[in-house]
């Protein structure tokens, strides 16, 4: 099976405070992607981040981390001294090929991140 | 600022009403896509155009039916909606779907009230 999970549904935390968003993905394929979107109140659907199988570099983006582990087909987003327009809901996506080749994302259920000042 | 843009905003229809969202990007991308996202869920995938031309359709009801008139454009005409079918309704672009890992690109999103 092909799935990606996001164990937290919901996580709050005081402003400055450190977060971990887990993402832990399935899949048979070699090649593969990975992403991670921001999705606010407004409704938009916020790229943050893409990584391939092939990369294992962690990637620092401001405050924004995020740790790629295949040993653990673990794809984990941090974010260093949170912020409240921090909160929001954060989606963990796969991108995969269905039976026609299409290539389409798999979506975790997101975790809801809320920043309390 | 995102560089797919959507209208309307907010739109309240009645069951038997035709309407219609619309979408524009101007990125180049040559694949563009129409998400429905319900509240707490993840985006579900609805049609996907490839080069202009319909590559995927997920079994969406023919009350939805898209429309992709150029590259930049995309449409999603509505008749005769359920009350059930309320939701938000995103746009995304991406290169095309045919190289793997290519980004997809969302906009604000329409929110949809079928009355």
């Known amino acids: 099976a092909q799935k990606v999970t996001q164990a937290q549904t919901e996580i709050s935390v005081v402003e400055k405070e450190d977060v971990t968003l887990d993402c832990v993905y399935e899949?048979?394929?070699?090649?593969?992607?990975l992403f991670w979107y921001k999705q606010p109140p407004s409704g938009e659907l916020v790229f943050l981040i893409r990584?391939?199988?092939?990369d294992e570099q962690n990637e620092i983006s401001g405050r924004y981390s995020w740790n790629f582990q295949k040993s653990t087909s673990s794809f984990n987003f941090t974010i260093t001294a949170s912020q409240v327009v921090d909160s929001a809901v954060y989606f963990c996506a796969l991108n995969r090929a269905d039976a026609g080749n299409n290539r389409k994302l798999i979506w975790g259920l997101g975790t809801s991140l809320a920043v309390n000042p | 600022d995102t560089e797919v843009t959507q209208t309307p905003k907010h739109l309240v229809m009645g069951m038997t009403n035709k309407k219609s969202l619309k979408c524009e990007q101007h990125m180049g991308h040559r694949a563009m896509y129409w998400y429905k996202q319900k509240a707490k869920k993840p985006p579900e995938l609805m049609f996907v155009y490839s080069y202009e031309k319909l590559s995927i359709n997920e079994s969406v009801p023919s009350r939805f039916s898209p429309e992709c008139p150029n590259s930049s454009l995309l449409n999603l005409h509505l008749h005769a909606l359920q009350p059930e079918d309320s939701a938000l309704y995103l746009c995304?672009?991406?290169?095309?779907?045919?190289?793997?890992?290519?980004?997809?690109?969302f906009g604000e999103g329409s929110w949809l009230t079928v009355v």
């Open positions: 995304a672009s991406s290169h095309p779907t045919g190289a793997s890992g290519n980004t997809i690109y």
């Open positions: 990584r391939n199988s092939f």
């Open positions: 899949t048979r394929d070699t090649t593969y992607y």
